[in-house]
T-cell receptor
Framework: KNQVEQSPQSLIILEGKNCTLQ??????????LRWYKQDTGRGPVSLTI?????NTKSNGRYTATLDADTKQSSLHITASQLSDSASYIC??????????FGKGTRLSVIA | DSGVTQTPKHLITATGQRVTLRCSPR?????VYWYQQSLDQGLQFLIQ???????AKGNILERFSAQQFPDLHSELNLSSLELGDSALYFC???????????FGEGSWLTVV
C-alpha cells in the first residue's frame, strides 16, 4: 500500500534554532517528492520538489534531501523564525494519480 | 496568491442540507483536485478532473459529487450534510497530472 509517514507529529523549537523533519514513503513507482508548508487555515504552498536523481535542494532557509534507495526525505530548516510555525506536508507522486500525502508535521517556533 | 480561487470562503449550514463549493483553477491548468481536511487531520483526496473528465477518485462519499465544466472551473456538491462533514475543503489545480499542484485558500464548511 502506498503510504507516506512523517515524523515527528509535532515539534516545538526556539526561534533561531534549526530543525529537521522526516518523511518515509513506500510509494512505488516513484516520480517525485514535494514538501508543502501549510499555515493554519490556509492552503498548502509548495516549498520544494525533488526528482529521483536529486539528493539535495535548497529554497532559502529550507533544505530538502532525498534518498531514493531508502525511500526517505528530510526537510531541514535553519535559523527558524516565528513565521515558520506551520504544518509541513510531504507529498509523493508515483506518476499515477492521486498523490500520496503525509499527515504532516506541526512545527511551532516560539520566542 | 496561488491563482486558484475558491468560493465561498466560509459557509454555515444545517444538517440535511446541500451546498455547492466552487473553484476556478489557475489560468492554463487543466487538472482540478478536491481535498477535504478535517480539524487537525491530514488532507484527504476526494476527486480529480482533467479537462472536464473524471481522472481519479479517492475517498469521496456517495453524497458528494463533483464536475468540471468546459471553462475548466469545478464544483463540489455536498448533499444530505452531516455534522462530520464540517471541514476545510480545498481545491487545487495543475497544468497536467503529476505537475506541482497549487492550492486555493479553501472553503470552510460548518454543519450545525
Amino acid at each position: 500500500k502506498n503510504q507516506v509517514e512523517q515524523s515527528p507529529q509535532s515539534l516545538i523549537i526556539l526561534e533561531g534554532k534549526n530543525c529537521t523533519l522526516q518523511c518515509n514513503y513506500t510509494v512505488s513507482p516513484f516520480s517525485n517528492l514535494r514538501w508543502y508548508k501549510q499555515d493554519t487555515g490556509r492552503g498548502p504552498v509548495s516549498l520544494t520538489i525533488m526528482t529521483f536523481s536529486e539528493n539535495t535542494k535548497s529554497n532559502g532557509r529550507y533544505t530538502a534531501t532525498l534518498d531514493a534507495d531508502t525511500k526517505q526525505s528530510s526537510l531541514h530548516i535553519t535559523a527558524s523564525q516565528l513565521s515558520d510555525s506551520a504544518s509541513y506536508i510531504c507529498v509523493v507522486n508515483s506518476g499515477n494519480t492521486p498523490l500520496v500525502f503525509g499527515k504532516g508535521t506541526r512545527l511551532s517556533v516560539i520566542a | 496568491d496561488s491563482g486558484v480561487t475558491q468560493t465561498p470562503k466560509h459557509l454555515i449550514t444545517a444538517t440535511g442540507q446541500r451546498v455547492t463549493l466552487r473553484c476556478s483553477p489557475r489560468s492554463g491548468d487543466l487538472s482540478v483536485y478536491w481535498y477535504q481536511q478535517s480539524l487537525d487531520q491530514g488532507l484527504q483526496f476526494l476527486i480529480q478532473y482533467y479537462n472536464g473528465e473524471e481522472r481519479a477518485k479517492g475517498n469521496i462519499l456517495e453524497r458528494f459529487s463533483a464536475q468540471q465544466f468546459p471553462d475548466l472551473h469545478s464544483e463540489l456538491n455536498l448533499s444530505s450534510l452531516e455534522l462530520g462533514d464540517s471541514a476545510l475543503y480545498f481545491c487545487a489545480s495543475s497544468v497536467v497530472a503529476g505537475d506541482t499542484i497549487y492550492f486555493g485558500e479553501g472553503s470552510w464548511l460548518t454543519v450545525v
